[in-house]
């Protein structure tokens, strides 16, 4: 049961991050940019997506190699239910903000995303939750469009 369980997870990080990797530059539009003082060639977009779905990809490779060699039972196999609820949960908040990104752009999804999760993880101060939001919304879009020169999805809104 411990190898099977272990066994599935791995080998669906392996597809996520092999799939990944392939759309990745379909995902993934905007400008080349340059990070000065590291390189005089320009980065691709594409460049830290692809390299985090390799990563991933080569994690899950060496899970599924060493899984004959653990001896401990896994702690998923003592996971609640509802622990495991709590993480369907986030999961999909995290694909609904990446389809609200599209539809409705990103800072109004970011912000709406970074006060619910931040609701949703127990801290209740709205004083400082939505002006956190906002910063952190507004600080990312103008790194990315102006630092980075990458675009990001504008969808209705900004």
């Keep these: 049961m411990r190898w099977l369980l272990e066994g599935t997870l791995a080998a669906t990080v392996l ?3 092999v799939s990944l990797f392939i759309l990745a530059p379909d995902l993934v539009r905007g400008w080349a940019f340059s990070i000065p003082g590291t390189t005089d060639v320009a980065l691709e977009p594409v460049f830290f997506p692809r390299l985090a779905s ?3 990809s080569l994690s ?3 899970v599924l190699a ?3 060699l653990r001896t401990h039972p896994l702690p998923a196999l003592a996971t609640s239910a509802g622990e495991y609820l709590r993480v369907g949960a986030g999961l999909a908040g995290i694909l609904v903000y990446l389809l609200a990104v599209v539809t409705l752009g990103f800072v109004v999804s970011t912000v709406a995303f970074v006060t619910l999760a931040t609701v949703a993880g127990g801290y209740r101060n709205f004083l400082v939750i939505v002006p956190v939001a ?3 919304a507004v ?3 103008v790194v990315f469009r102006f630092g980075l020169h990458v675009g990001l999805p504008e969808g209705i809104f900004i």
């Design 134 to 136: 906002l910063i952190v």
């Design 66 to 68: 060493t899984i004959p």
């Design 139 to 141: 600080t990312l879009r």
């Design 15 to 17: 597809v996520a991050g």
């Design 60 to 62: 899950a490779i060496l």
């Design 54 to 56: 390799l990563l991933l």
